[in-house]
Antibody
Framework: EVQLVESGGGLVQPGGSLRLSCAAS????????MSWVRQAPGKGLEWVAN????????YYVDSVKGRFIISRDNAKNSLYLQMNSLRAEDTAVYYC????????????????????WGQGTLVTVSS | DVQMTQSPSSLSASVGDRVTITCRAS??????LNWYQQKPGKAPNLLIY???SLQSGVPSRFSGSGSGTDFTLTISSLQPEDFATYYC?????????FGGGTKVEIK
């Protein structure tokens, strides 16, 4: 059974740092892109960052570039999000998600989808 | 950046109703479009990928259609467990974006 379990959330002051972790099990972690998605209280979903299987490609939403770092340890089946210079607007539930890439017969090219998600961890940035 | 606009933002419907939710992209995204369902306090759950492909285990009352810029999610006969918020997501660009969500409430 595929499982993703986030940890590391909590209350942090503006300007502070926090490191989130996501422990993966039930699948070959090193074979998948992985992503972080967040959801501010009462708001919609926002794709934050993603990382390639070998960790050599990383992409970030503009609002976190230069402050957040996504990384992974395939030996430990773990995904991380180092969050620095935190702001009130970073307050959200942070989900890790597995990115599956599938070939759809009727479509040209591959399609990405988030087929498994963790339960989320809440990050609150407040003084 | 590709912007995704969902409509309506909320709707009220009764059990058994046919429900349609629309998602529009700011540029053509071919069929790089997924739909998710989210219930309060839970993580999103994938329903439809590649605009029209049903994820394994998802009831057949859910269907998706569209290509280019305009997409729809249809629930053919709304069930009590379908009251939730629905999000579209484009994966045409590297950092995909989600629509603002459509909350389906009980009438």
């Amino acid at each position: 059974e595929v499982q993703l379990v986030e940890s590391g959330g909590g209350l942090v002051q503006p300007g502070g740092s926090l490191r989130l972790s996501c422990a993966a099990s039930g699948f070959t972690f090193s074979s998948y892109w992985m992503s972080w998605v967040r959801q501010a209280p009462g708001k919609g979903l926002e794709w934050v960052a993603n990382i390639k299987q070998d960790g050599n490609e990383k992409y970030y939403v503009d609002s976190v570039k230069g402050r957040f770092i996504i990384s992974r340890d395939n030996a430990k089946n773990s995904l991380y999000l180092q969050m620095n210079s935190l702001r009130a607007e970073d307050t959200a539930v942070y989900y890790c998600a597995r990115v599956n890439i599938v070939v759809v017969p009727a479509a040209i090219g591959q399609r990405r989808l988030f087929d498994y998600w963790g339960q989320g961890t809440l990050v609150t940035v407040s003084s | 950046d590709v912007q995704m606009t969902q409509s309506p933002s909320s709707l009220s419907a009764s059990v058994g109703d046919r429900v349609t939710i629309t998602c529009r992209a700011s540029q053509s995204i071919s069929s790089y479009l997924n739909w998710y369902q989210q219930k309060p306090g839970k993580a999103p759950n994938l329903l439809i990928y590649a605009a029209a492909s049903l994820q394994s285990g998802v009831p057949s009352r859910f269907s998706g259609s569209g290509s280019g810029t305009d997409f729809t999610l249809t629930i053919s006969s709304l069930q009590p467990e379908d009251f939730a918020t629905y999000y579209c997501q484009q994966t045409y660009s590297t950092l995909g974006t989600f629509g603002g969500g459509t909350k389906v409430e009980i009438k």
